[in-house]
C-alpha cells in the first residue's frame, strides 16, 4: 500500500464534473460489476455515500462507493462542540437589512487558528434544514487542522481563496487548492484544510440542490466552465492509528467524536458523487462583441436551481480578466435593481466597478431590489472614455446571486469590518438636465 496520504503525483488528473469516476490507491481493490461483494478485497469495508435520495432522478443521481479501511459507523457519541462564529439559515437573530452593505477582509490570526476555527459566517438565507439556500462564510487561518476532519451535514461547501495555498485532505484523496482556483466539496464528505502558510478566504455553502454547472442554451455545446477543467483526487489514505476528531455540522451548530484512527482511509472509490477543484483561469469568458453589457449570468461558473425554472438557489459567478470591445456603450457593470440577492467578494486586484473601498478578501452585499452599481469615479471615467478595444486584465471578483434576500449574522452586522460609509460610493452624481 502506499504512503499515507501521499498523492501519486505522474498520474492525470481525474476529470469530469459529475461524471463517474473511480480510483484505486491499491490496484485491485474496486469490485467488478458489482458495488457490494460478499468480501471487498484485503477485507476492506464498501460503503455508499448518496447524495441525493436513492430515487432521484437519474440526472441529478449523485451517490459513489467508498471502500476503507473501517466503517464511517465506528464511531461514539457526537456532542457539541462550542464555536462562537458558526451559524446556519434559518437565523432567528439575523439581521435583514434593506442597506447595501460591504465590509474590510478579515485580519489574518495573530495566534494559531486552523481553518475549522477561523470560520466566521457572514451571511445566510433559506433553511439548511429544509434544503434551501445558502451561506456565506469567511475564513482566516495559519495552521493545519491536522487531526481533525469536518463533515458538513448542511451544504456542499465552495472553497474559494483568496490568499494561500489550502491542501484540502478529503475521504476522496487529496486536493491542492491555490487562489484562483475554487474546491467543492459535496455534503456528507469529510474533508479538512491544511496549510502552511496564512490563508484566508470564502466558502459558501450551499443548502439547495447540489451545484452543477449551467445550461448553455443558444451558446451552444462549448463555452463557460468546461466539464473537462473539473479535476477530482485520486484516491490516497491514511493508516495512521492515532486519535483524530470528526466534527460534524449540522443546523450550524458543531459536534465532535474522537476516532482511534485517521477518518482519510478510503483506498478505493467510485461513483459520480466527489469532490472537485476548478482553475477560474480556464473559464471561457464570453461578453459582447457589438455593444451593451450583457446580464452577469453569462459569467455563470456553478449553479445550484430552485423550484422555480431560471431563478436560481445559488449562482456562484466570476468576473474573469476579458477584453472589452463594446461600442457606443457604458462599459462597466451598469446601475441595477434586482430580485435576486448578491454577495460579492474579491480573490485577486480590483473590480471594475469600484474605484476603493472593495479589497482582496473583502466584499459586499447588495439585498433584494437594493439600488447598486458603478461609483462615481468609475462611472466618469466610463462615460469619457475612448472605446478602444481595451482588457481588464486587474483582478478576479466573484458574486453568489441567489433568489432569497441574506440575513446577515449579529458578527456580521456588529464586526468594525463592516463598513459604515459605503452609501457614499452613490454620492455626488450630479442630476441630468433634460
Ligand atoms: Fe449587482
Known amino acids: 500500500m502506499n504512503a499515507p496520504g501521499h498523492p501519486v503525483a505522474e498520474r492525470p488528473p481525474l476529470s469530469g464534473f459529475g461524471n463517474h469516476l473511480a480510483s484505486e490507491a491499491v490496484p485491485g481493490v474496486l469490485p467488478v460489476g458489482r458495488n457490494s461483494p460478499q468480501r471487498p478485497a484485503f477485507g476492506l469495508y464498501a460503503e455508499q455515500l448518496s447524495g441525493t435520495a436513492f430515487t432521484a432522478p437519474r440526472a441529478e443521481n449523485r451517490r459513489s462507493w467508498l471502500y476503507r479501511l473501517r466503517p464511517s459507523a465506528m464511531h461514539g457519541r457526537f456532542t457539541p462542540l462550542a464555536h462562537g462564529g458558526l451559524a446556519a439559515p434559518p437565523l432567528a437573530d439575523g439581521v435583514l437589512d434593506p442597506n447595501r452593505q460591504r465590509w474590510n477582509p478579515l485580519p489574518l490570526p495573530d495566534h494559531g487558528v486552523d481553518w475549522l476555527d477561523g470560520l466566521h459566517t457572514l451571511l445566510v438565507n433559506g433553511s439548511a434544514e429544509e434544503g434551501t439556500g445558502v451561506s456565506l462564510h469567511l475564513y482566516a487561518c495559519n495552521r493545519p487542522m491536522g ?58 455553502e450551499n443548502h439547495g440542490e447540489p451545484f452543477r454547472l449551467p445550461e448553455l442554451g443558444p451558446i451552444g455545446a462549448n463555452g463557460l466552465a468546461s466539464p473537462r477543467d473539473f479535476e477530482a483526487p485520486h484516491a490516497a489514505f491514511e493508516e495512521e492509528e492515532a486519535p483524530h476528531s470528526l466534527v460534524m455540522k449540522l443546523g450550524g451548530r458543531l459536534f465532535a467524536t474522537e476516532l482511534s484512527h485517521s477518518p482519510f482511509d478510503v483506498v478505493a472509490w467510485h461513483g459520480n458523487l466527489a469532490p472537485f477543484r476548478y482553475d477560474l483561469a480556464r ?26 425554472p431560471g431563478t436560481a438557489n445559488a449562482d456562484f459567478v466570476i468576473f474573469p480578466p476579458r477584453w472589452m470591445v463594446a461600442e457606443d456603450t457604458f462599459r462597466p457593470p ?12 474579491l480573490i485577486q486586484g480590483s473590480y471594475d466597478a469600484k474605484e476603493g473601498g472593495f479589497l482582496p478578501g473583502g466584499g459586499s452585499l447588495h439585498n433584494r431590489m437594493a439600488a447598486h452599481g458603478p461609483d462615481l469615479a468609475t462611472w466618469e471615467k466610463a462615460t469619457s472614455a475612448a472605446l478602444r478595444p481595451e482588457k481588464f486584465d486587474g483582478g478576479l471578483a466573484f458574486m453568489v446571486e441567489t433568489l432569497r434576500p441574506f440575513r446577515m449574522t449579529r458578527w456580521a452586522f456588529d464586526t468594525p469590518l463592516r463598513q459604515k460609509d459605503y452609501d457614499a460610493a452613490w454620492a455626488g452624481f450630479s442630476a441630468a438636465r433634460p
Open 334 to 345: 451598469w446601475f441595477h435593481r434586482n430580485v435576486m440577492s448578491e454577495y460579492m467578494g
Open 147 to 204: 487531526r481533525r476532519a469536518l463533515v458538513s451535514a448542511d451544504g456542499d461547501m465552495l472553497l474559494i481563496p483568496e490568499q494561500g495555498m489550502l491542501h484540502l485532505v478529503t475521504e476522496f484523496g487529496p486536493l491542492e487548492v491555490p487562489p484562483g482556483h475554487v474546491a467543492l466539496v459535496p455534503r456528507g464528505v469529510k474533508f479538512r484544510v491544511d496549510v502552511a502558510s496564512p490563508a484566508r478566504g470564502y466558502a459558501c
Open 283 to 308: 473559464f471561457n469568458t464570453l461578453g459582447t462583441v457589438s455593444f451593451d453589457h450583457p446580464d452577469p449570468s453569462i459569467f455563470t461558473v456553478l449553479t445550484s436551481p430552485s423550484a422555480h
